[in-house]
Nanobody, 116 residues
């Protein structure tokens, strides 16, 4: 059974940094791409960053240059380092993976609040 558990959210001041973590279980982690999504209050869920099994990465324009997604296959962890945080980065951040059958899997999310 696929499980994704996020951690690392919290309250941070504008301009600050945060590292989100997601631990995965129930599948061969190294073979799967991983994503971070976020959903701000009253808005649709947004794809933030992707790290493929090849370790190639993609970023949303809104976070490019401020975010770094990485993975540790030995630990079955995926990370999202966010720098220069802005109030508009406030959202629940979700870890996600998908398989070749079109199934997607989600964690329960971790809340990031950027406020002074």
């Amino acid at each position: 059974q696929v499980q994704l558990v996020e951690s690392g959210g919290g309250l941070v001041r504008p301009g600050g940094s945060l590292r989100l973590s997601c631990v995965a279980s129930g599948f061969i982690f190294a073979n799967y791409g991983m994503r971070w999504y976020r959903q701000a209050p009253g808005k649709e869920r947004e794809l933030v960053a992707t790290v493929f099994s090849s370790a190639n990465t993609n970023y949303a324009e809104s976070v490019r240059g401020r975010a770094t997604i990485s993975r540790d296959n030995a630990k079955k962890m995926v990370y999202l380092q966010m720098n220069s945080l802005k109030p508009e980065d406030t959202a629940v951040y979700y870890c996600n993976t998908w398989d070749s059958y079109g199934m997607t899997y989600w964690g329960k999310g971790t809340l990031v609040t950027v406020s002074s």
